[in-house]
């Protein structure tokens, strides 16, 4: 009987600075007892990435390039699903690098544990070896900076998010693929419709996949500004997608513009309930500040690099900006259409 295959499905659109390491890398997994694919579904890329593929790999049968004419993630996803012809599915980005045995351990901790879908564990590494890019992989792998549950953080276990998953298929098919209305958090939408079917999903520590974050701090507060809009869309078309640490940041950042207006009116109308609520609003800023100060101590005493003091006010910036994107996004009347301009 011919060997299972395992099919990698990568979103690509203008990579053609890293896209041949990272599909060579890949083309050196240790798989024992299936065979491997992988599908570039590129959003029309305008540098040389269809070029590198289509001629560096010419030769090479495992590496397809498929056309992702509306250019985004969740269309890209469905066109892999369709196009692919293996029995399992992984979704890995064109910025990451996986461990050699990634797949196949990914496969074993799926049998063993009878989930749909597996993922390692996921490092983030700084994009250079600047000041700022070290902040940034700080700031976001730090569970003060994305909580304790986020994909940059969460312990091995059953979990309801996996970054960088293999999956079974047949189990995403069931469920209608991804939703497309979704730029962003098609994951997520992902993850809790395949919970909700009564499907399971494992994260293993026992293999990592390396995230290059952004080289700069105002990459960051960008990317935290998108990704809190995301989520106010996300609670549009499937409220149950999110969890309460998506909008953590949403909530200090209302106590801190609540906290003055608050102490205010309580003390022009003399409502002493509403005047100890002000107080209680304006330690927020203070509070979040003492407290990322602890965890950059602590931070400093385990590595010994005095640049990790500098962590609290990056915190503060990236919270707020994520804090701002998702009340920036709530304030929309409706979903965005995908294809507007300035959601790619």
């Excluded at 189990?171 to 991804?178: D, K, N, V």
């Excluded at 999903?201 to 995230?211: D, G, S, V």
Aim: hydrophobic share 40%; with cysteine.
């Amino acid at each position: 009987m011919p060997h299972p295959i395992v099919s990698i499905l990568m979103p690509t659109y203008n990579e053609g600075a890293t896209i041949e390491d990272v599909v060579r890398s890949l083309l050196q997994q240790n798989l024992t007892g299936y065979g491997l694919e992988i599908l570039i579904i590129d959003g029309m890329s305008t540098d040389d990435t269809r070029e590198i593929i289509t001629t560096r790999f010419a030769n090479d049968k495992r590496v397809r390039l498929v056309d992702n004419p509306q250019r985004f993630t969740p269309h890209a996803a469905n066109i892999g699903l369709f196009e692919a012809n293996g029995d399992y599915i992984c979704f890995f980005g064109a910025h990451g690098y996986y461990d050699p045995e990634y797949i196949q351990i990914c496969l074993e901790e799926m049998e063993s544990t009878g989930a749909v879908g597996v993922s390692g564990r996921l490092e983030t590494v700084p994009a250079n070896d600047s000041l700022q890019a070290q902040l940034v992989a700080w700031a976001i792998s730090h569970p003060f900076g994305a909580s304790g549950a986020s994909v940059r953080t969460q312990p091995e276990g059953f979990a309801d998010t996996i970054p960088y998953p293999v999956f079974r298929k047949q189990a995403l098919l069931e469920i209608g693929g991804y939703n497309e209305t979704l730029v962003r958090n098609q994951d997520n939408d992902m993850n809790q419709r395949l919970i909700a079917a009564g499907h399971k999903l494992y994260l293993t520590h026992r293999t990592t996949a390396r995230y290059f974050s952004k080289p700069t701090i105002w990459g960051l507060l960008r990317y935290a500004h998108k990704s809190g809009w995301w989520n106010a869309i996300s609670l549009k078309v499937n409220w149950r997608s999110m969890r309460l640490r998506h909008h953590v940041p949403t909530l200090f950042v209302l106590s801190v513009l609540a906290w003055l207006p608050v102490l205010k009116l309580g003390k022009l109308l003399h409502w002493k309930l509403a005047i100890v609520k002000g107080r209680i609003l304006g330690l927020a800023l203070p509070a979040h500040l003492l407290a990322g100060a602890t965890f950059a101590w602590n931070e400093y005493k385990k590595t010994g690099r005095l640049a990790t003091l500098l962590l609290p006010p990056v915190w503060l910036a990236f919270h707020f900006a994520y804090g701002f994107g998702t009340l920036h996004g709530l304030c929309k009347a409706r979903v965005p259409d995908p294809d507007a301009e300035g959601q790619r």
